[in-house]
């Protein structure tokens, strides 16, 4: 599914995918047994391809081997030469193979049949990949299609459903490594774990993953930008937990909630003495030394401030306010913009060098909308947490799941979020069902239809519309309470002050 050209949604197809996305991420969130992952993921590729037979096989890069338990529920494995056979050929090479008539092609390997007493008319075999690190850890394969051949169309969703096992392997073998309780192991799991925390398999969302892969070594200033709710402060400390500073602080300072006057005692420090009653204070550049500081919303600097960074970037000195000498600071700068920092360079209102000095990397998140294959997977892993944190045993239907996937999200996934939050809170049987979202937010269609000037609004003002509107039901709801509201709306309770300030909401 293409979620860029909105001619390619296909409902029905969306439909089956969905529901086999949806079983595996339901079990992805309880299912911590590999063996049953496998067996059902099995389960769902042979009834979507309407295949006979469907096989998982993991490999073993020590012997060359690829491996798999023989039947459902049982203990015994089946090990074969993985250079012999097209599901071996798939994970060495990374490739899909599509074979309409196995005993003519070269690369079959009939000893199995021979083995099994099953006879192989066709198959499809597509590697299980890491799209992270590129890592090939085994081959899905799909025996005999009911009618004729596989066809393109099921490469495609052989792939997708491989790519989100491939995921629900990896973590439910992380989790049996936990248990092992190895030290060594766990630095290990925890580092994959931060990244983990970043949930789509869209190729969105997974370049973003391979590009914080790449560069986790190097210390590179990274520039993140996005719609509001895009996970910007998410990727931020990913990039942070997964360099080699990941031990160092990581502080993370709002630009939009600095006023004017405070701006250099907070970036730079303070001396002690520089007026009356002043005591010394750290700033926050050096509080990040040797670790990262993430600006967020930079683009809400003044030009005097953006100065300033820009010779510490330069000269990797700090001058604390009153202070005589310079003191060395070695700081990684994040920062992240809602704004689109070349328009304000063009209005003169950010400064070109500093941007660039910023830019080295640019990650650009992607809206919602953009991704819509991940909001199954999504709304499953805010269901889990909600779940946890609530102790309620509550499902989505897939008609609901369906219905998400269709929404305009002005808001991203922090909205997606708050929405299934919502739901959880207000469920009163075990399944959510279509009736439990009428009150929610309305489909773009719908919206369009009560509103027409609001759908012809920019998305900016939209999000601004709905963030306002989000934040005064939540104060309403919790009696003004800003500390339980900001953590209800997944803010901090500066970040809510700051948004009540621009929107012109009471406290
Ligand atoms: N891909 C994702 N996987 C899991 N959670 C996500 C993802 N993207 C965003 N989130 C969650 O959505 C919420 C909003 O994300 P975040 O605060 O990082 O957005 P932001 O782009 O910084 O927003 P703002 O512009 O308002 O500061 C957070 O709770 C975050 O954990
Ligand atoms: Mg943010």
């Given at each position: ?20 996305i949806l ?41 060359l081997?690829?491996w ?8 015994e ?9 097209i ?15 196995a ?9 199995i049949?021979?083995?099994?007493g099953?006879?192989t ?10 799209l992270i ?7 899905f394969?799909?025996?005999n ?17 491989a790519?989100?096992?491939t995921?629900?392997i ?7 490594e936990?248990t ?23 190729p ?29 402060d ?7 937990y ?19 006057s405070?701006v250099?005692?907070e ?18 550049f050096?509080?990040a ?24 970037l ?5 001058d ?12 990684r700068?994040?920062?992240a913009s809602n ?5 304000e360079?063009?209005?003169g ?18 809206s919602?909308?953009e ?12 269901l ?6 609530s ?8 008609c ?14 922090r ?5 299934i ?5 207000c469920?009163?049987k075990?399944v ?7 009150e929610?937010i ?7 239809r009560?509103s027409?000037?609001r759908?012809r ?28 509201a900001?953590?209800a ?19």
């Amino acid at each position: 599914m293409s979620s860029a050209n909105p001619a390619a949604y296909q409902p029905s197809r969306l439909h089956e995918r969905l529901s086999a996305i949806l079983t595996i991420s339901q079990q992805m969130n309880s299912e911590r047994d590999l063996g049953v992952l496998l067996d059902l993921v099995a389960r769902e590729a042979a009834r979507l391809l309407e295949a006979d037979r469907a096989s998982i096989f993991l490999l073993d890069r020590e012997t060359l081997e690829l491996w798999s338990k023989v039947a459902l529920g049982s203990d015994e494995i089946i090990r074969f030469d993985a250079r012999k056979g097209i599901a071996g050929a798939a994970a060495l090479t990374g490739k899909v193979i599509n074979v309409s008539d196995a005993y003519n092609d070269d690369r079959f390997n009939s000893a199995i049949d021979t083995q099994t007493g099953y006879r192989t008319r066709n198959l499809l075999a597509v590697p299980l990949q890491n799209l992270i690190d590129g890592e090939v850890v085994g081959a899905f394969e799909v025996l005999n299609k009911r009618h004729g051949a596989f066809d393109a169309e099921d490469e495609e969703v052989l792939q997708s459903l491989a790519a989100q096992s491939t995921i629900a392997i990896q973590t439910a073998r992380s989790i049996g490594e936990l248990t092992k309780e190895n030290a060594h192991l766990w630095h290990e799991v925890e580092g994959r774990y931060a990244r983990h925390r970043i949930i789509g398999t869209s190729p969105k969302i997974q370049s973003v993953l391979q590009l914080i892969e790449r560069i986790q070594d190097s210390a590179v200033n990274v520039l993140i930008s996005g719609e509001s709710g895009t996970g910007k402060d998410l990727i931020a400390k990913a990039l942070h937990y997964s360099s080699p500073r990941a031990r160092r602080p990581f502080i993370a300072l709002n630009c939009a909630a600095l006023p004017e006057s405070l701006v250099e005692t907070e970036l730079f420090g303070i001396e002690k003495g520089v007026a009356t009653g002043v005591n010394s204070r750290v700033g926050q550049f050096q509080a990040a030394d040797g670790g990262t500081l993430f600006l967020d919303e930079i683009g809400d600097l003044s030009l005097a401030a953006q100065a300033k960074i820009l010779r510490v970037l330069e000269a990797k000195v700090v001058d604390r306010v009153g202070g005589r000498t310079s003191i060395p600071v070695d700081v990684r700068v994040l920062t992240a913009s809602n704004k689109d920092l070349e328009a304000e360079i063009k209005k003169g209102t950010f400064r070109e060098d500093l941007y660039y000095r910023l830019k080295v990397i640019h990650i650009r998140m992607p809206s919602l909308r953009e991704i819509r294959e991940d909001i199954p997977l999504l709304a499953n892993h805010f269901l889990g947490e909600c779940c946890r944190d609530s102790a309620k045993q509550i499902e989505l239907s897939n008609c609901v799941l369906r219905r998400l996937v269709e929404r305009e999200w002005p808001g991203n996934v922090r909205q997606l979020q708050n929405e299934i939050k919502r739901l959880v809170a207000c469920a009163h049987k075990r399944v959510i069902t279509e009736e439990d979202l009428g009150e929610g937010i309305p489909e773009a269609r719908e919206q369009e239809r009560k509103s027409p000037a609001r759908a012809r609004a920019s998305i900016k003002d939209a999000v601004e519309e709905l963030e306002r509107q989000m934040i005064s039901d939540m104060l309403s709801a919790t009696g003004n309470n800003q500390q339980k509201a900001a953590r209800a709306l997944g803010l901090s309770r500066q970040g809510l002050i700051n948004k009540m300030k621009r929107y012109r909401l009471q406290a």
